[in-house]
């Protein structure tokens, strides 16, 4: 059996980042690194939970939102899926996820899709975690100018 493209790339060459996991005709998968992989830092169910709840509101109500097919958590607990049609450039991806992280942060708002009717676990939310993530995945992305690909992860 082969394995997915995921299993491909070597984890240990991982960290903190934006890259591209896949690309499937016209659609693009990009893997959102909050944390480093098989370090002790993983982001808690709470703070997961409540980042798909911000992000994705935010990127489906972005200049973007035609484009956006997925957001949500990677079952590792490191980071998320944003997967997009391919027709963004990656300099508008990543302009685009800034935003989105810098939105929830500046958000003072309810959670988007905090209530029962809404939400299949509305009282696993909270706010403030979801922006101390938020903020530290943006200073770790902020220096970066261009997103990386695992092929060349791999090359490394």
Do not use: W
Not at 104 to 109: A, K, L, P, S
Not at 125 to 143: H, W
């Amino acid at each position: 059996m082969r394995k997915i493209k995921s299993f491909q790339v070597d984890h240990r060459k991982l960290d903190r980042g934006i890259y591209i996991s896949r690309i499937d005709s016209d659609i693009i998968t990009y893997d959102m690194r909050f944390c480093k992989p098989n370090s002790s830092e993983v982001l808690d169910n709470i703070t997961m939970h409540t980042i798909e709840h911000m992000l994705a509101t935010f990127a489906r109500n972005s200049d973007i939102s035609s484009e956006v097919i997925y957001f949500g958590p990677m079952g590792c607990q490191t980071g998320f899926y944003f997967i997009v049609r391919d027709v963004i450039s990656k300099d508008k991806i990543l302009k685009t996820i800034r935003t989105m992280l810098q939105n929830t942060i500046e958000h003072n708002g309810e959670v988007f899709g905090a209530s029962e009717i809404e939400c299949g676990n509305y009282k696993t939310l909270n706010l403030d975690k979801a922006k101390q993530a938020c903020r530290e995945y943006l200073d770790a992305i902020n220096d970066m100018n261009e997103i990386i690909d695992y092929d060349e992860v791999n090359r490394r």
